[in-house]
């Protein structure tokens, strides 16, 4: 699921699209940039967290409009910063709560990894 939204996009079609995709994925990761190319320091470590444990996981670059997605998750998580993990539809956390998880051998459960 590739999405670049115009500069307009309005708040209600950013909500929908956030919607879907943590409907439509067992792993979605909402993060600045893309897996390729993360643009912050804790979406790269996100990245590589999750991908340590599983091979297939959707990421959606949040930066084309990241007014309208900060608010349209944040309202979803009750979580502020970017980047945000949901898996199986639940929040899990950002790239911090990833690393916890990871330290105390319990990320590759949380992301239902075999």
């Not at 909402?30 to 297939?56: D, T, W």
Request: net charge negative; glycine share 8%.
């Amino acid at each position: 699921m590739t999405f670049q939204p115009e500069s307009e996009a309005d708040s209600d079609e950013i909500e929908s699209r956030v919607e879907e995709a943590i409907a439509d994925n067992d792993v979605v990761l909402f993060m600045k940039g893309n897996r390729l190319m993360p643009q912050c320091g804790y979406s790269k470590r996100a990245v590589e967290l999750i991908g340590q444990h599983v091979e297939e996981f959707e990421t959606i670059d949040v930066l084309p409009a990241l007014p309208h997605y900060r608010e349209a998750l944040e309202s979803r998580s009750g979580w502020e910063t970017i980047p945000q993990t949901f898996v199986d539809g639940e929040f899990v956390g950002g790239s911090d709560v990833l690393a916890e998880l990871d330290e105390r051998g319990e990320l590759a459960s949380e992301l239902d990894a075999e």
